[in-house]
């Protein structure tokens, strides 16, 4: 994959560019700021894009703010967000714009490369990679909408994995029920959020986008 990378730490910045680097993929922008930052996303269009939400001068957030703005100029940019804290308004407002490729994951979490690079390489197909601490801080914010509100328990704790980015089989496995039951759940979310099959979207992340961004 071609990935852009924005972290303002040296060392880890550098450390990133060579495990991305060792697993075949391209840095086509390796940056410490918001404003090269955007740049690089509209004149490169990389297959993903890794950002720290906090970058200078102010490291509050200009890692964000360039991929809003580029994401204005580059329709469905697939974005992972990196963050030392858990910062539900910025997570919300990345997925606010309801496009496809979306992820948030905590620095201090993230202590296994492959997990790491699974995360990258779902969210550049489209998908989610959401760590489940900005998940339950998202679902704290306000009440569900009557859609979500109607479902079950189960259904929702289905979704929270979903929302992490994993498989049915993934699913069944950390939930202790079979393949079958998680499959149903998923069949009763999408019918209770009205996503009704399509050839173009992925319903998955559709879903994902109706719980979380409300």
């Given at each position: 994959m071609r990935i852009a990378l924005a972290e303002d730490h040296f060392l880890l910045r550098d450390g990133l560019i060579r495990l991305l680097g060792a697993h075949g993929h391209e840095v086509v922008a390796a940056v410490d700021n918001g404003t090269e930052l955007l740049d690089a996303l509209v004149e490169r269009r990389p297959d993903v894009a890794v950002v720290d939400v906090r970058l200078p001068p102010t490291f509050t957030d200009e890692g964000l703010r360039a991929v809003l703005a580029a994401r204005e100029r580059v329709p469905d940019l697939p974005v992972l967000l990196l963050s030392q804290y858990v910062e539900p308004l910025y997570a919300?407002?990345?997925?606010?714009?309801?496009?496809?490729?979306v992820g948030y994951l905590l620095k201090d979490?993230?202590?296994?490369?492959?997990?790491?690079?699974?995360?990258?390489?779902?969210?550049?197909?489209?998908?989610?990679?959401?760590?489940?601490?900005v998940i339950s801080k998202l679902l704290l914010r306000k009440?569900?909408?009557?859609?979500?509100?109607?479902?079950?328990?189960?259904?929702?704790?289905?979704l929270e994995w979903v929302a992490q980015g994993r498989s049915n089989a993934g699913i069944a496995q950390g939930l202790f029920i079979s393949e079958k039951a998680v499959a149903k759940h998923i069949g009763n979310i999408f019918t209770k959020l009205g996503l009704l099959p399509t050839d173009g979207d992925n319903r998955r992340v559709l879903a994902v986008l109706a719980y979380l961004d409300q």
């Open positions: 919300r407002e990345l997925l606010a714009g309801g496009g496809r490729g979490r993230v202590t296994n490369g492959g997990h790491f690079l699974d995360a990258i390489r779902r969210v550049a197909e489209g998908g989610t990679a959401m760590d489940p601490e009440e569900r909408d009557e859609a979500v509100g109607s479902l079950s328990d189960r259904e929702r704790e289905v």
